[in-house]
């Protein structure tokens, strides 16, 4: 078996588990008492802008930022930039 077919093997197995992926839209921070007066139709006010990228993180690691964008009627995120674990930046 050469070293390749070894590698994509190893990768093989790997294709089955189950990452978190979590979008962050923004932040805040709200007082407990405010958090209790929320209602159907209360704006929260986030820490970002709207049209501000998106930060994507896998199993609570920033991984990625991106765009949201609709696609047949439900939100999805494009990706416009991938981060290496080192923080640098890596366009795509």
């Known amino acids: 078996m050469s070293k390749a077919d070894a590698n994509g093997n190893n990768l093989d197995l790997l294709m089955d588990v189950n990452l ?3 979008v962050e839209l923004g932040r805040t ?3 407990l008492a405010q958090v209790l007066e929320l209602q159907q139709g209360s704006v929260v006010e986030l820490d970002r802008l709207a049209g501000d990228p998106v930060d994507v ?3 609570d690691h920033l991984f990625a930022r991106g765009e949201v964008i609709v696609v047949d009627d439900k939100f ?10 080192n923080r640098e930046k890596g366009l795509i």
């Open 29 to 31: 921070r709200m007082q």
């Open 76 to 85: 999805g995120v494009r990706i416009t930039e991938l981060l290496s674990p």
């Open 57 to 59: 993180y896998i199993n």
């Open 20 to 22: 978190r992926i979590t």
